[in-house]
């Protein structure tokens, strides 16, 4: 995919990722195609325009019929509904956009955001996380991406625990889903293992937490790719970006 050099970031405030929805692959790639245009200096939202051939080399389709389910994407993304969590409890619901309008004649998508998602994606002070795009595009489930972002955001301490009914909940996964836990592990916990292993800047090994039994929890053990190679260092070239953008680099992953 082709995207500019000063919009590969993905920044995002921690409880925006600790959120609880349920959105497609199709919508998720929609979603942050959109939000990496926000820029540092943005005061307010803008309408976002996105060139349908980048969202048509991000959900990687042979469909013959791709553009009507970019039109259905959009449509399904209006309806969507994230539960933020608040720091005295509770949780904010609103919507991925508040428009959305499929434009094939110029070769558009154009997306609006609600104004109470201001405080998780604009002038980010503090409790953000930072991400080149890369990361995710090549992921094929949309577990796997959630799962990059929530441990992406404890990448530096390097170990995050769940409750296997929490995560659960954060995924979106509904209850009739993958009732039986070793389902879950196969289709989700080991397919994001292996998906972000093979494409990501980090990837994870995890240990189960039982009680009697059951498997109650799960601890991830995050190891950056870092340190598991000497590739190029993508960390210095996202810090870098961040430092031209504003951001401070002690601020990012906390």
């Given at each position: 995919m082709t995207t500019e050099k000063n919009n590969l970031l993905i920044v995002k405030s921690n409880d925006l990722i600790n959120a609880r929805y349920s959105l497609s692959l199709s919508e998720i790639r929609l979603f942050l195609l959109t939000i990496r245009h926000i820029r540092r200096t943005d005061k307010d939202f803008k309408v976002y325009k996105i060139r349908i051939s980048d969202v048509v080399d991000a959900i990687?389709?042979?469909?013959?019929?791709?553009?009507?389910?970019?039109?259905q994407a959009c449509s399904r993304l209006l309806s969507r509904v994230m539960h933020i969590p608040r720091p005295n409890g509770g949780f904010l619901k609103v919507g991925f956009a508040s428009s959305a309008e499929y434009k094939p004649g110029e070769g558009i998508i154009e997306i609006s955001f609600d104004p109470k998602l201001k405080p998780y994606l604009l002038e980010l002070k503090e409790r953000f996380t930072a991400y080149d795009i890369h990361n995710v595009l090549s992921l094929q489930s949309q577990f796997s991406v959630r799962i990059y972002e929530l441990l992406k955001q404890f990448?530096?301490?390097?170990?995050?625990?769940?409750?296997?009914?929490?995560?659960?909940e954060i995924l979106g996964i509904k209850p009739e889903q993958y009732r039986v836990y070793t389902m879950f592990r196969e289709r989700v916990i080991e397919k994001a293992r292996k998906e972000l292993k093979k494409n990501c800047d980090l990837t994870f090994t995890y240990k189960e937490i039982k009680n009697s039994r059951k498997i109650v929890a799960i601890k991830f053990v995050i190891t950056s790719r870092s340190q598991r190679t000497k590739a190029p260092d993508l960390h210095s070239d996202i810090r870098k970006e961040l430092g031209d953008l504003g951001f401070n680099d002690a601020l990012v992953s906390r």
């Amino acid at each position: 995919m082709t995207t500019e050099k000063n919009n590969l970031l993905i920044v995002k405030s921690n409880d925006l990722i600790n959120a609880r929805y349920s959105l497609s692959l199709s919508e998720i790639r929609l979603f942050l195609l959109t939000i990496r245009h926000i820029r540092r200096t943005d005061k307010d939202f803008k309408v976002y325009k996105i060139r349908i051939s980048d969202v048509v080399d991000a959900i990687d389709t042979r469909s013959k019929d791709v553009y009507n389910q970019l039109n259905q994407a959009c449509s399904r993304l209006l309806s969507r509904v994230m539960h933020i969590p608040r720091p005295n409890g509770g949780f904010l619901k609103v919507g991925f956009a508040s428009s959305a309008e499929y434009k094939p004649g110029e070769g558009i998508i154009e997306i609006s955001f609600d104004p109470k998602l201001k405080p998780y994606l604009l002038e980010l002070k503090e409790r953000f996380t930072a991400y080149d795009i890369h990361n995710v595009l090549s992921l094929q489930s949309q577990f796997s991406v959630r799962i990059y972002e929530l441990l992406k955001q404890f990448e530096k301490i390097g170990e995050r625990t769940f409750e296997v009914a929490e995560l659960r909940e954060i995924l979106g996964i509904k209850p009739e889903q993958y009732r039986v836990y070793t389902m879950f592990r196969e289709r989700v916990i080991e397919k994001a293992r292996k998906e972000l292993k093979k494409n990501c800047d980090l990837t994870f090994t995890y240990k189960e937490i039982k009680n009697s039994r059951k498997i109650v929890a799960i601890k991830f053990v995050i190891t950056s790719r870092s340190q598991r190679t000497k590739a190029p260092d993508l960390h210095s070239d996202i810090r870098k970006e961040l430092g031209d953008l504003g951001f401070n680099d002690a601020l990012v992953s906390r």
